[in-house]
């Protein structure tokens, strides 16, 4: 019997039931025999699963198919997650998935395949290698096998759990991706039936219906997902072959195969009908309009939509790749998976990639039309009406739809139409729908109107070109900005400011001055701005009247309505965007910007007022040359205080990471000699950093500890912006007293004189024989010895070792001297030197060198604050991992004053939680970088807060990661505080509306 014949049959003996009971009952004592129906469900997909065995996933099957992320709402949490089946080669099936991958990996507790010699690993795939070939063999006890039968309980008893099942059959009601969870689980239930497991599959069986009882809902999911996997196949092969017969056939074949409960299945039926005209061979009339002729090479690209070749088997197109790479860039394991993504995503696409936009707009470009679309596209008018011929056309084209619908069976709407799913299925294109888009995407347009039907689509084609097809591309630009929606203005009046005739500038100048939101313009007034410059001053002088009459009284951060509005909003007031595009056309210099902020003082703590004239200047400096910037401020650094030195480095700094377009830039950039010579008097300021300023922080980090310093800092990322990119490594591998600052000014000092400035450190310059006699010595050191040993080795060596020592985890875990080392205290210090600490508050808590960090040990401390509140309010004792994750460090500080505070942003994310605990005289908490856990204090008598949920809870999460043999070392932060000292220090804006994080 076909597995498919008799989909009702596969129903039974399932509960027929669709009433939903208030809470979900526990299965019952004695089980139905599903028998029957699991067996029919195995036989529509699931390969031969006689003798497969239970094991944890490995991390090299990535592309194992998975369950959908929506049976995470379930909560069942197994120990493993996919089956390995019996036969050569080896091969693993997902968990309640169907289809079958090839793995050199069998999953927990398998034989590992020798790697492959003639490969060249990274560097780190070399080190862990030569660290595990240098170990002596050692006998382990066997590890306990994944246990199927125990995992399969676990899921019985997570689809018992009535509030978790309650609050899922609800959801299901708006949610019917929900389904993903009865579905996966009936097919885990036919992989454990077909593996031999009958009794347990039957068990699972009827929890899941005891759970959701709509079985015909949950079988047709189930059925659902096997029709879609196989659709997909389908489809992909089609795309790969251009077989129209063997697609049709098999289309027509899964309709048999699958009669019902197949969300796709009507979008299917819709599509054989137009498959059977093109395996028959039919061929659309030659495309024409009433009175229209259409111009020959209009014709024959038309034509080309037709005769899109067939790519030979294992040949289609292969686009994607980022410039300047190629196949061989791609590691080997990973190759042929990301092929196939690009394939499939490439297949049917050489009729050519079509210009988005206003493609009616001709663009000065070298390069030829690549295919049919663009063709017709730099045709201009002529293309335009072409495109209007064929706009009903519904002859099938090897082009991919681009909804790429994947027929998902949990995602059933029982308001689509069968025309709806059509339309966004994942299937061949019409040659009408190319027209389509095409058209759509340069027809002017409302901002509500988003009509695309065809017919409606041809006679607004035919009537825009009767009426402007002699327009010249400016006056076409003009209409469109004009009458189409924001993006065609915007399009439009980008066009306008990039051309080089006046023509085109007094359109565009006419257009922004005389519209109703001036500010709608203002991301391309900018451009125009940056291209037109000392020529432009006139027009700016103009915009700046009614932009500034426009915004009168307008609440910026409420009004973010368009890119312009946002863009001026980013400035922080329309007088600070304005001078900032002062800068553009003369009308006033940086030098007269950075004299203006000069006369203010500098605020000694926290940011820039947004109002200030430094905040003025920062914002102006984002579009100014570094160079020009540079200049600026040695001319002005010799009248500025310590604190507006500060100010204008921070703005600069700023600067230096960004190019003009607010995008990150890692290029170098040229200073000339003079340029040079006037920070030389800078770079030897010898001056104390101010200690409150919210920049010292930041120099005092990197082991800075004087303005001259501040300013080799910041002028070796003006001159090498990637240098701020290594910062912070440079400061994970260093030895007091050497620091990121102390390097820097090596590399300064060198560079300025026209000297190589020394490199930065590099762990690809470690030999590969080096680095196996490092980890070879580090896997047999004990803890004590590790560090003492990476402290001998220079920067580039510790470098290879920190990215060595980040390769462990649960796979491949760590030498036991290794793992010893990391959860211990080895230095008191704080991370960033320029943060307060005070090592006799670690003193009085016996927090030493040595000391081992546990969660026991974090609880009986939080309760510790939490019972001392009032004296100790203020209080933070933090743990950061060491450099190189070798160790960590340990750091305390009182901070209940308002700089100290300020300077701590969990300590003020603390302050808010008061909002939560409105009867708390204090608070205590233990925190990682993703969740907290809370002591109250009230009346003196402190009490833990419980957590709803364990998976959300500080404590919990630490347990794991002490437990794991993973190397990464999480933040974890102790404090107290007091609601009398929270209301004190918070700042103004604490009354802000709170949101949990």
Not at 123 to 131: D, P, S, T
Not at 137 to 142: C, I
Not at 313 to 338: F, V, W
Not at 689 to 717: D, I, N
């Amino acid at each position: 019997m076909r597995p498919g014949i008799t989909l009702a049959a596969l129903m039974l003996p399932w509960p027929v039931t669709a009433q939903q009971p208030a809470a979900p009952p526990s299965p019952p004592a004695t089980t139905v025999d599903f028998s029957d129906p699991l067996a029919r469900l195995a036989a529509l997909g699931l390969p031969d699963m006689k003798g497969a065995t239970w094991v944890k996933t490995p991390k090299e099957a990535s592309d194992l198919p998975q369950q959908s992320h929506q049976f995470q709402n379930l909560g069942a949490r197994l120990h493993g997650g996919a089956w390995k089946l019996a036969g050569d080669p080896p091969r693993m099936i997902g968990f309640g998935t169907a289809h079958a991958i090839e793995s050199e990996d069998g999953g927990e507790g398998e034989e590992k395949p020798a790697p492959d010699a003639a490969a060249k690993p990274g560097l780190l795939e070399r080190m862990l290698r030569n660290h595990a070939a240098s170990q002596p063999p050692k006998e382990e006890p066997p590890k306990p096998g994944i246990s199927v039968e125990e995992d399969a309980k676990r899921l019985i008893d997570a689809l018992s759990d009535t509030t978790t099942v309650t609050r899922l059959v609800e959801r299901l009601e708006y949610d019917s991706d929900i389904l993903a969870i009865p579905a996966h689980c009936l097919i885990f239930a036919a992989q454990l039936h077909a593996a031999g497991h009958a009794d347990t599959a039957n068990r699972l069986a009827a929890a899941v219906f005891a759970a959701f009882p709509d079985a015909t809902r949950n079988v047709d999911s189930a059925v659902g997902y096997f029709a879609a996997g196989e659709l997909a196949k389908v489809t992909d092969s089609f795309f790969e072959k251009h077989d129209w017969k063997t697609y049709r056939d098999s289309l027509k074949a899964l309709l048999e195969k699958y009669p019902r409960g197949w969300s796709a299945a009507s979008g299917i039926a819709m599509l054989v009908p137009a498959l059977d005209k093109r395996v028959a061979g039919e061929q659309p009339p030659v495309p024409s309009l009433p009175d229209i002729t259409l111009k020959p090479e209009a014709l024959a690209a038309l034509g080309k939509f037709l005769e899109v070749e067939t790519a030979p088997e294992g040949e289609a197109p292969i686009r994607g790749l980022p410039a300047g790479m190629d196949l061989s860039d791609i590691p080997a394991e990973h190759r042929a998976e990301i092929l196939k993504m690009m394939r499939r995503q490439g297949a049917g696409m050489s009729i050519g990639e079509s210009r988005s936009g206003l493609w009616i707009l001709p663009q000065d470009s070298k390069e030829a039309p690549a295919g049919a679309v663009e063709q017709l596209q730099a045709m201009g008018m002529d293309g335009l009406i072409a495109f209007a011929a064929v706009a009903e056309d519904t002859t099938l084209v090897p082009v991919r739809n681009s909804s790429h619908y994947s027929g998902d069976p949990f995602d059933n709407d029982d308001d689509e139409s069968p025309q709806q799913i059509y339309d966004s299925l994942d299937r061949p294109k019409t040659r009408g729908e190319i027209a389509c888009d095409v058209l759509a995407m340069t027809l002017p347009r409302s901002e509500d109107d988003d009509t695309s039907d065809p017919a409606t689509l041809r006679v607004a084609a035919v009537d825009f070109w009767k009426k402007h097809r002699t327009k010249s591309p400016i006056e076409l630009a003009v209409l469109f900005a004009r009458e189409g929606d924001d993006n065609q203005r915007q399009q439009a009046s980008h066009y306008l400011s990039q051309r080089p005739d006046e023509e085109a500038r007094q359109a565009f100048e006419k257009l922004v001055l005389g519209a109703d939101q001036p500010s709608a313009y203002a991301s391309v007034v900018e451009t125009y701005l940056d291209l037109r410059k000392a020529e432009a001053r006139g027009f700016f002088d103009a915009y700046a009247k009614v932009l500034s009459r426009e915004l009168e009284g307008v609440n910026l951060n409420d009004a973010r309505s368009s890119r312009g509005l946002y863009q001026i909003a980013a400035a922080g007031t329309v007088e600070k965007y304005l001078k900032k595009l002062s800068l553009k056309v003369g009308a006033v210099s940086l030098q007269e910007l950075i004299d203006e902020a000069l006369k203010q003082p500098a605020a000694k703590k926290g940011p820039q007022r947004s109002e200030s004239p430094m905040a003025a200047l920062a914002s102006a400096m984002s579009s100014v040359p570094v160079p020009d910037c540079l200049k600026a401020i040695a001319a002005a650094a010799p009248r500025a205080t310590p604190e507006q030195w500060l100010d204008l480095h921070q703005a600069l700094l700023s600067r230096a990471y960004r190019d003009r377009r607010g995008t990150r830039s890692l290029e170098p950039v040229k200073l000339p000699a003079e340029l040079i010579d006037g920070w030389r008097p800078l770079l030897a300021k010898g001056d104390e950093l101010p200690p409150k300023h919210q920049f010292t922080s930041w120099v005092k980090g990197y082991g800075g500890s004087t303005l001259g310093e501040a300013s080799m800092l910041v002028l070796e990322v003006a001159a090498f912006p990637a240098s701020g990119e290594r910062f912070n490594e440079y400061l994970r591998i260093c030895d007091p007293p050497d620091s990121t600052a102390t390097f820097v000014t090596s590399r300064v000092h060198a560079w300025i004189d026209g000297k190589e400035p020394p490199a930065w450190p590099d762990a690809e310059k470690v030999p590969e024989a080096r680095q196996e006699e490092i980890t070879t010595k580090l896997g047999s050191l004990p803890a004590a010895e590790i560090r003492p040993f990476v402290k001998a080795l220079d920067l580039s060596e510790r470098l290879a070792v920190a990215e060595w020592v980040s390769g462990f985890d649960e796979e491949t875990p760590p030498p036991p001297g290794l793992l010893d080392l990391r959860d211990q205290v080895v230095e008191l210090r704080p991370f960033n030197l320029g943060f307060p600490h005070d090592p006799a508050i670690l003193a009085e808590f016996g927090i030493q060198a040595g000391y081992k960090v546990e969660a026991g040990a974090l609880v009986k401390l939080a309760e510790k604050l939490a019972t001392d509140a009032k004296a100790r309010s203020g209080t933070a004792v933090s743990f950061y991992q060491a450099p190189m994750g070798l160790g960590m460090f340990a750091s305390a500080a009182r901070k209940n004053d308002e700089t100290s505070f300020a300077s701590d942003y969990y300590l003020q994310r603390q302050a808010h939680w008061f909002q939560r605990f409105e009867d708390a005289d204090a608070l205590a908490m233990v925190a990682n970088e993703q969740f907290v856990d809370f002591w109250t204090v009230k009346d003196g008598k402190a009490e833990p807060v419980p957590q709803e949920d364990a998976d959300s809870s500080a404590i919990e999460s630490l347990k794991t990661h002490f437990a794991s043999k993973s190397m990464d070392a999480p933040y974890i932060m102790i404090s107290v505080l007091t609601r009398e000292d929270a209301e004190k220090l918070m700042p103004d804006n604490s009354d802000e509306e709170f949101e949990e994080e």
